[in-house]
């Protein structure tokens, strides 16, 4: 009876190597989305190790397509590793790649409002500002010109509803998305500075508009993103106007339009809502005491 000799294949160091470093990036990649999010690092390092982590993904997946020409050609093992390797940095560069191409196709701003002309302030946001962040005043007419050419819906709101209605609307809207407040004012009739509208017999408007200052973050790498909606009383009603900008970066990939155009969109939807009708109080029931003294 002849005895079967079983000979162990040899597996390609490329594919082994690519193996390792696909699971190298992938922890790397892991460990500086957490410290972005933290924000344990400043901005610049954090970025910094997860475009390393990202380069890693891409030597990979080249020597995941080394291994397999070598795998090919001398018919030795090492294809599940490669294709492991391969697998892994596809899918870890795959988003970084797609938003690559949404920024070539978008305009390069970070800072988006409905009134180019006059926008909103930021004032508490102004002082918890790093200083390596974005400038807090708006760009100007040029991105106002990008805006209009991208977004030419981003327009102010002009509601019916009171101002009063408008900030009560826009601050539940900003509750349920967990935005963190800043800093609010509500809009009031009196008290405020005088605003002149009429030079000529210097009629006063003392009306003030209502503002609130927030901060949401991105879903994944969790960027800080400065929001101030503002509530401006008009003879109709209210004029809503939002302006959102990103601390850092030059581009926003759409992220500051596309909050901008959703939260008027709900807000608006919050107005149109009827609001339940508060029951009156019932009266309040005598006391015993004093029932029993009424029927003597």
């Known amino acids: 009876m ?30 500086a989305v957490i410290v972005v999010r933290s924000g344990a690092l400043d901005i610049v390092p954090a970025l910094s190790t997860l475009a390393g982590a990202l380069v890693l993904a891409c030597v990979a997946i080249l020597l995941a397509f080394g291994a397999g020409v ?68 708006y760009a100007g007419l040029y991105t106002a010109e990008l805006q209009h050419a991208a977004y030419s819906d981003i327009e102010p709101d002009d509601t019916t509803s009171t101002p009063q209605e408008a900030y009560s609307a826009a601050m539940k809207i900003i ?71 990103s601390r850092y970066g030059r581009r926003d990939l759409g992220t500051n339009a596309r909050r901008v155009r959703n939260l008027i969109d709900e807000i608006d939807d919050a107005l149109a809502t009827p609001q339940p009708e508060k029951k009156p109080a019932p009266p309040p029931r005598p006391a015993a005491g004093k029932a029993n003294q009424a029927k003597r």
């Open 70 to 137: 070598v795998i090919w050609r001398d018919g030795v093992g090492g294809g599940r590793q490669a294709i492991a390797a391969f697998l892994i940095g596809a899918a870890l560069i795959a988003y970084p790649a797609y938003l690559g191409t949404v920024a070539w196709r978008l305009p390069a701003i970070y800072d988006v409002t409905t009134d180019p002309i006059d926008p909103p302030q930021f004032d508490a946001i102004a002082r918890l500002r790093p200083r390596d962040a974005n400038p807090i005043a």
């Open 175 to 245: 509750a349920k998305r967990r935005w963190r407040v800043v800093d609010t004012r509500p809009p009031q009739g009196q008290g405020a500075l005088p605003r002149v509208i009429d030079a000529r017999t210097a009629k006063v408007n003392t009306t003030q508009d209502g503002i609130i200052e927030a901060v949401a973050r991105t879903p994944i790498l969790g960027f800080r993103d400065d929001i101030v909606v503002r509530i401006r009383p008009t003879v109709d009603g209210a004029r809503i106007d939002v302006r959102s900008a």
């Open 2 to 31: 002849r005895r079967r000799i079983f000979t162990e294949q040899p597996i390609s160091r490329l594919a082994v190597w690519a193996l390792r470093i696909a699971f190298f990036s992938l922890a790397a990649t892991f460990i």
